[in-house]
């Protein structure tokens, strides 16, 4: 008996693959837009309190303050637009395709850096931003593991056995039993 399961279907599959783009792309994107929670910021739902960035740092306090909203405006720019332009790429814009990595990758680093400047200024309270420099990390992670991956293969002796045929298949056998 020879059983088609629905994700060996090429149209469902290409489907399931274009819906998971365009999810994680809008997470993506969403994430970088989050980081405008740090600049212009937003309202707590408390009376009289929002989040945002209070120009007070510690790593560029020898600075001048213009200088230090210069460089905070220059990496929030960079940690949104690169979000924005990765999710674009993963949601499947075709121009955005090709930079998806360098761009998510841009977006982490330069998200990571604003957070470093920011971090004591940050209120309410610093703590309540803490998941952001932690999302940063991970895809920061994960796209330096991407690109190391894309350019050392494993060899062609150690790469794993084809997993999409039966166990029972023979070797020459088109249908697989």
């Excluded at 001048?64 to 499947?92: K, Q, R, S, Y």
């Excluded at 971090?119 to 895809?139: H, K, M, N, Q, R």
């Amino acid at each position: 008996m020879n059983r088609t399961r629905l994700r060996d279907i090429p149209a469902v599959a290409d489907t399931g693959r274009r819906l998971a783009g365009a999810a994680a792309g809008s997470v993506l994107f969403c994430y970088g837009l989050v980081h405008l929670l740090v600049w212009p910021g937003a309202p707590t739902g408390t009376p009289g309190e929002r989040y945002g960035w209070d120009g007070e740092t510690q790593l560029l306090g020898w600075l001048p303050t213009w200088a230090v909203w210069t460089v905070g405006g220059i990496l929030l720019t960079a940690a949104v637009l690169g979000h924005a332009v990765g999710g674009a790429g993963l949601a499947g814009l075709p121009i955005a395709r090709r930079y998806r990595l360098t761009a998510t990758g841009t977006g982490a680093a330069g998200s990571l850096a604003l957070f470093a400047v920011t971090w004591p200024g940050l209120t309410p309270a610093p703590t309540e931003f803490s998941a952001g420099p932690v999302v940063s990390g991970l895809l920061l992670a994960s796209v330096v593991a991407t690109i190391w991956a894309q350019r050392h293969p494993p060899p062609a002796s150690a790469r794993q056995p084809d997993r999409s045929r039966r166990a029972d298949a023979r070797a020459g056998s088109k249908t697989g039993g």
